[in-house]
């Protein structure tokens, strides 16, 4: 892997600084697990009968930032990226898959969301959760995203570690 060039939050920022800081970092983790990678390695399953792949992941989180951020704020009813119905397990089949197809839907989707927070005139700002109905703050769903980011790039940490043995934050 290429030196880590990751941005840490801020050490006295304001609420709003340090939760775009702490979910910012963990998407700069994902995609420094999988820096380096051709489709074949990202494909590839470390720890058999898993079928967990680092390809996988990136499906699932643009699905992930999709589900909680567009969903919630912009559009109940856009539909998943790689499912029909709300089905997140469908995302994790990346056996035909590719990087290009995986990274352009995960970048486009964080991206949305950025603009999403960034338009927000607070962390006070609700949405309606269309999986449940219930009215969520952006406040939680970027604390919920966070969450899912930390969770899954420790997967991915033990993905890339079978592959090529390179082990780090």
Request: glycine share 6%; proline share 4%; aromatic share 6%.
């Amino acid at each position: 892997m290429t030196p880590d060039e990751r941005v840490g939050p801020p050490l006295t920022g304001s609420e709003r600084e340090t939760l775009r800081g702490f979910l910012d970092y963990q998407r700069a983790t994902l995609a420094m697990k999988c820096r380096g990678l051709d489709d074949d390695a990202l494909r590839q399953r470390s720890m058999p009968p898993s079928t967990l792949t680092l390809l996988g992941l990136v499906r699932h989180l643009a699905e992930v930032e999709r589900a909680w951020f567009r969903r919630v704020f912009e559009d109940n009813a856009a539909p998943m990226v790689w499912s029909d119905r709300i089905d997140f397990q469908a995302a994790y089949d990346a056996s035909r898959s590719t990087r290009a197809e995986a990274f352009t839907a995960w970048e486009a989707e964080v991206e949305r969301s950025r603009r999403i927070e960034r338009e927000a005139a607070t962390l006070d700002v609700t949405g309606l959760q269309p999986r449940n109905g219930a009215t969520v703050s952006l406040r939680l769903v970027m604390v919920h995203v966070t969450l899912e980011y930390a969770r899954h790039n420790g997967h991915a940490d033990l993905l890339r570690e079978g592959l090529d043995g390179t082990v780090g934050a």
